[in-house]
């Protein structure tokens, strides 16, 4: 999804083979990003543009009135079987694929009004009304949508509104009786039943609904950096030739305490898994939903019942005003490219629309400073090995002068040394050139030129609007006008620089079925940003800092004690409860091209195989740990048990294929059968696994769902209780995984009503999620809704007795 689809990857790769040596070596030996680009756009020929649009043909990004009608049709069959979300998102897709002012788009927009008003979502069918009256829904219709607004407001405690919606509804039927008489009866009753319920209403004082948005208030910084704005002033940046650029704590820092909140500088959703067209066979419309058909492509807020871009079918809002705002910043360029970006990959579209926005600082300065920095040499140079030398290029380039200690301001900084979170910024992020393979760089360089060639022949002067126009015909001139080529540098070092620096935005997903009242949570990755004060942390395996999302905006919270002068670390992924030391290293080399030296990394290595660890497995006759490589030998005493690791990694494999056809069982409601095949494997795990186990904690799990299903909470909260301590001992107390696994068993106790346990599990849930989520966060808002429920119901001590 980051890189280019496989099939453009493997005819680049074909091409870069069948190159003749000496280019490959010119190409591999670029010494800047200019002459990298220069060698290989130059290699870019009209078949493999050919060959590229091709490809992006496969992708459905335009307006389609067949697919309009399929996806509404499909959503009235789910709204008959009252799947009103299904339906929801089926009108959306309809939504998306109708013009603007066309009957097609109305009559989606009603119908998604309808599913709804079924789901409660009053504010937003009104919203859906609205729309669909300006895009001309059809007059002899309109009775039934006047008939669902009174309704909504009736609802929402607006009587005045309401009354005032049924007279232009009486007026309307006086004027234009086009109702057949059942029509008109049934409408008739309904009308009655609306005004008595705002007779009932207006006797009430008026209530306005809560605001349903959240205001990000609570959870300012306490005291804005001087130096790094979006940092809080408890830390400070500095920079050394090891490390780099990093931040330390300028006092001790308490766990919870917010240390960096920032709006990132570019994000772009990731559209989830997008099927190329598949001709023949199946349906030619997916009706598969993904991320894209729920998050707004600009603010990336969750949205139920979002607004297509005019233009094309895939870029979809949570308003008009979202909408607006994404045309003018970058969509108006990006519109029509849809395609070729989807081919491209997202590290692509974050690379051209990173470069859209910096139009929005000072172009001709941002020009200057790129071509500057272009022919001196001096930023794209390939980075040397020596930490020192990394310095040094990094710190040219601008000659400001702060204070003795630092000469030169650090690399991203203005010459007053303070921090820009602008394009700046994200330029000095390190592309790590060299650390490229000459296939990776040729890929990249390739697809770069492929997207400014298509920028050209659309006659778009993205990036020249403000700067003096250059015209230029593709046919006439292969060589790109000069200052595109700027830009397709800034491209390239951008998408090379986002391999490193590349933060996934993740949220929260809650996955829980009708007949499953607890909810699980999972992470999962919304879209690819860069932001540049996060950017300044390093890496640890065990960090002292945790990350979250709201919307673009990333927080940065103490997930421990941070002594004055200590490192802020941040994990790039590789946690250490998560994989083992080995692994761990790997990654970090192949990815992030650095050996991690941290310090749980530093004790694994140096204790390597302290011990067979958590994952370990047991003697079946002793229960004593098992210990060795490929043959283990029983720890117990007077034990000479010994098995073979293959036996004991198949058996394990096993047990997961049955914990999964339990976990399917579930799913489908058959509650009985799934808790008799788990209670089987948690035998069976328990003669040859460890009790930490984590199988043996999603064994627990699993069971304590199933039980909560059957609505034993006693059963379920005893078997959750045992997966908390698994959870425990993999990722500590403290961990969200805790936090989350907390939230589950507050919200057994609480459905068992079993009051003083879950004051007791919504106390700690929420102590938990506070220090990584901060107050804001919907688990916690459920909580304390959970907590007021249950104060309610305490008798009060020492009142009277009933
Ligand atoms: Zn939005
Ligand atoms: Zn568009
Ligand atoms: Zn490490
Ligand atoms: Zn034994």
Redesign the pocket.
Known sequence: MDLPVDEWKSYILQKWSLLPKSIQVTISTAKTLNDLFLHSSLLLQPEDEMFLKRLSGGYLVGKDPDASLFYREKGNKKFQEKDYMGATVLYSKGVSHSGPNSTDISLCYANRSAALFHLGQYETCLKDIVRAQTHGYPERLQPKLLLRKAECLVTLGRPQEASQTISDLESNFAAKPTLSASQFQILQRTLCRVKVKVQEKENLPEVFPEALTKTFEGADLREENEQIPSASSSVSLHIDPVKGRYLVATKDILPGELLVKEDAFVSVLNPGEMPLRRHGLESKWDIQVTNGDLHCHRCLRRTLAPVPCDGCSYAKYCSQECMQQAWDRYHGVECSLGALLLTLGVFCHVALRSALLARFEDVGKVIKKLCGEMSNQGISLPESKDPAQILKYDLRGEGGKKDKAVETPIPGCDINGKYERNYNAVFHLLPHTENHSPEHKFLCALSVSALCRQLEAAGLQAFTTDLKPTKLKAAETPVLCAELNVWGVAMLRHMLQLQCNAQAITTIQHTGSKENLITDTQQVRLATALFPVVSLLN????PNTSVSFIGTIATIRASQLIRRGQEIFHCYG?H?SRMG?AE??QK?RSQYFFD???????RERQRPSAGPGREAFRCHRCRALLQGDDVLSCGGPACTESVSRDLLVSRLQDLQRQVGAAQKRLRNGRLELAIQLLLGCQSDAESFLSADHSVVGEIEDTLAQAYAALGDWEKSATHLQESLRVVEVHHGPSSVEMGHELFKLAQIFFNGCAIPEALNTIQKAEKVLLVHYGPWNDEIQELQKMKSCLLDLLPIPGGPQE
């Open positions: 890496h640890s395996c065990s590789p250490e030391v761990r290293r970090l991690c030296d941290c310090p749980p990394c530093e």
